[in-house]
């Protein structure tokens, strides 16, 4: 778990695990990008990254894992709490301004902690579960489908360079969405009502693509947002299921975009600007409104 870093581009660290996925086309994201000097890793050893002590040795953190989530096929999944020294590291890079790009399946993460919700701006559940005191059935997915991603903010430095949106084939999430602690950047022109969806948790039991007596709460349809954690700047980005997204060009221009924004000293001004108060290791943040 080594680079180089020539201070003239980003420094990246991309972390997967916990969730299935095709490691090497996703990993030529970042091969593809001559931009920016990165390395991969993965957890349990990925964890020791994640302390005050690493706050700027990497410019971007790229989580793209899932913790927190021990599938035992039919049965329902076993949820685990994070390791405490690792709540505790997290949270003290979130303070020292650790720049952070969120991808797709990172909104499952730690389902058991409530500070990974917040800091990501949402839940999506495996089982029916609660985010901000309140209590969600199980969340939804699609196949990999074609839809429209349309640009919310277009001076944003995120989204430059993607016009007014653009078509992508992937899968997407019906889930609850922090919508109070961000700025929401892309929204899908795809109909978020539960009839267009299938359940997560019939998908743990071996029952892919069904819907069988689930129902969930309409969804707004936010592709990603900005927001802040402590003195971070915080990106999520929903797109990014498999090698059709991987090898879409307004998925990569997001992606390249992030990195770079959460990496410059504009984006670290605007963070310690719109700071989010991080109440303790393992509660709930209180955002102080959505930052601007």
Same mark, same amino acid.
């Given at each position: 778990?080594?680079?180089?870093?020539?201070?003239?581009?980003?420094?990246?660290?991309?972390?997967?695990?916990?969730?299935?996925?095709?490691?090497?086309?996703?990993?030529?994201?970042?091969?593809?990008?001559?931009?920016?000097?990165?390395?991969?890793?993965?957890?349990?050893?990925?964890?020791?990254?994640?302390?005050?002590?690493?706050?700027?040795?990497?410019?971007?953190?790229?989580?793209?894992?899932?913790?927190?989530?021990?599938?035992?096929?039919?049965?329902?999944?076993?949820?685990?709490?994070?390791?405490?020294?690792?709540?505790?590291?997290?949270?003290?890079?979130?303070?020292?301004?650790?720049?952070?790009?969120?991808?797709?399946?990172?909104?499952?993460?730690?389902?058991?902690?409530?500070?990974?919700?917040?800091?990501?701006?949402? &839940?999506? !559940?495996?089982?029916?579960? *609660?985010? +901000?005191?309140?209590?969600?059935?199980?969340? %939804?997915?699609?196949?990999? #489908? &074609?839809? !429209?991603?349309?640009?919310? *903010?277009? +001076?944003?430095?995120?989204?430059?360079?993607? %016009?007014?949106?653009?078509? #992508?084939?992937?899968?997407?999430?019906?889930?609850?969405?922090?919508?109070?602690?961000?700025?929401?950047?892309?929204?899908?022109?795809?109909?978020?009502?539960?009839?267009?969806?299938?359940?997560?948790?019939?998908?743990?039991?071996?029952?892919?693509?069904?819907?069988?007596?689930?129902?969930?709460?309409?969804?707004?349809?936010?592709?990603?947002?900005?927001?802040?954690?402590?003195?971070?700047?915080?990106?999520?980005?929903?797109?990014?299921?498999?090698?059709?997204?991987?090898?879409?060009?307004?998925?990569?221009?997001?992606?390249?975009?992030?990195?770079?924004?959460?990496?410059?000293?504009?984006?670290?001004?605007?963070?310690?600007?719109?700071?989010?108060?991080?109440?303790?290791?393992?509660?709930?943040?209180?955002?102080?409104?959505?930052?601007?």
């Amino acid at each position: 778990m080594t680079t180089v870093n020539n201070h003239d581009r980003p420094t990246v660290l991309v972390i997967t695990g916990g969730h299935a996925f095709e490691q090497e086309p996703y990993l030529d994201v970042f091969r593809d990008n001559e931009g920016i000097d990165w390395a991969h890793a993965q957890p349990p050893s990925v964890r020791t990254c994640f302390t005050p002590k690493n706050a700027g040795i990497w410019d971007a953190m790229v989580c793209y894992d899932m913790q927190g989530v021990i599938f035992h096929r039919p049965d329902p999944p076993e949820l685990v709490d994070p390791p405490a020294d690792y709540v505790e590291g997290f949270q003290a890079l979130l303070e020292r301004g650790q720049g952070m790009l969120f991808l797709h399946h990172a909104m499952s993460a730690w389902p058991r902690w409530a500070l990974w919700a917040r800091v990501v701006g949402g &839940r999506w !559940h495996y089982v029916p579960g *609660e985010l +901000d005191g309140t209590h969600y059935p199980s969340s %939804g997915y699609t196949k990999e #489908i &074609r839809h !429209h991603v349309s640009v919310l *903010e277009p +001076d944003h430095p995120v989204c430059a360079g993607l %016009g007014e949106g653009f078509d #992508i084939v992937d899968e997407i999430y019906l889930n609850p969405v922090l919508d109070d602690s961000f700025t929401p950047l892309l929204k899908s022109d795809y109909r978020m009502t539960a009839d267009n969806f299938y359940s997560g948790e019939l998908a743990t039991r071996a029952r892919l693509y069904s819907s069988e007596g689930w129902s969930h709460p309409a969804g707004k349809g936010y592709m990603g947002w900005v927001k802040t954690a402590g003195n971070s700047p915080i990106v999520y980005i929903q797109c990014g299921h498999g090698p059709a997204a991987y090898g879409n060009k307004g998925f990569r221009t997001l992606v390249r975009n992030a990195i770079n924004w959460v990496s410059s000293p504009e984006a670290h001004e605007w963070a310690r600007e719109h700071r989010t108060e991080l109440v303790s290791a393992s509660s709930d943040m209180a955002p102080r409104g959505r930052p601007r």
